[in-house]
């Protein structure tokens, strides 16, 4: 009997459904929300209203593009955590309702270990085990992955995330919403040893990134008092050298990492893994060092529900499902299922 599992993804700006029919992805239907251009960020009671305008129409896309009818699905899975919590409660309650209309199980995913799981949807795929850089907006981890369910972060950030250090800086410059995809496509054009900005160093396995954004900003705010065009004059050389300094503090630490547990499979996962600076490098890092690099195709990178759909459908094999008064974890960690 062919297991389709119907997927909700909801957890931020993103709505996403996807179907998976034994193991292999059928479909990813995206729905992006552009309400929160003009804001310059991610409003989260916008992004809750735009999730209930968009869910139905993408889940009956992913349904109707699959090819098969409601009565074919053999389970629903949706993000439970880590996201906003309006964002998840949207996403959630429906994913609990249709199943419950159809008498079907209902499987809880963690929005992070999914990004992980993307390595999964298509070849390459890496082997067990390996080390996984997971990169967002709101998280950046190493993660030590020993099976498809069983993972450990073994390293994290203390304060911001990478991808909020981007589009921070991104945001100083002035570029568009959201910044880190445009900070990346400038850098391509810049010098990365333009301007010297610091690389943190913490203990261990951990990062901190919120050292940079100040230097960033106080960077900015002196040369500005010099000239007042140096932001328009210098922009591409700003974001090369910003991103060249962020780029170098995740390498250090994955390099460590992987010295540390002796694993030459590596992956990187979340939306900053489309970054074309950080795949360049670590590419080059790769064959230097003779690691196995994956890294998802781009469409898997960002938010999305096929990665919900590869999680859902492991959790399945397993026969591992949740009840219907599960509730939302706006903080959600690898590794530790409740």
Known sequence: MTVNILAIESSCDETS?????????LNNIIATQSVHEKYGGVVPE??????QQHLIPVVHEAITNAGISKSELSAVGFTRGPGLMGALLVGGSFAKSFAFSLDLPLIEVNHMEAHILAHFIE???????????TVSGGHTQLVLV???LDMEVIGETLDDAVGEAFDK????????YP???FLDRLAQEGDPKAFDFPVSSMKELNFSFSGIKTAVLYFLREKLREDAHFVENRKADICASVQHALIEMLLIKLKKAVKTFGITEVAIAGGVSANRGLRDAL?????????NVYIPRLEYCTDNAAMIAMAAHFKYEKGIFCPLDVSPLAKMKIGIHE
């Open 283 to 291: 590419s080059v890092l790769s064959q230097r060092l003779g690691w």
């Open 46 to 51: 916008l992004a809750s209203r735009a999730h």
């Open 123 to 133: 070849d390459p795929r890496p082997s067990f085990p390996f080390i996984c850089l």
């Open 169 to 176: 800086t991104a945001k100083l410059l002035g570029l568009p």
């Open 146 to 148: 020993r099976d498809y």
């Open 17 to 25: 459904a996807s179907v998976i029919s034994d193991g292999k992805v």
């Open 179 to 181: 910044g880190g995809p």
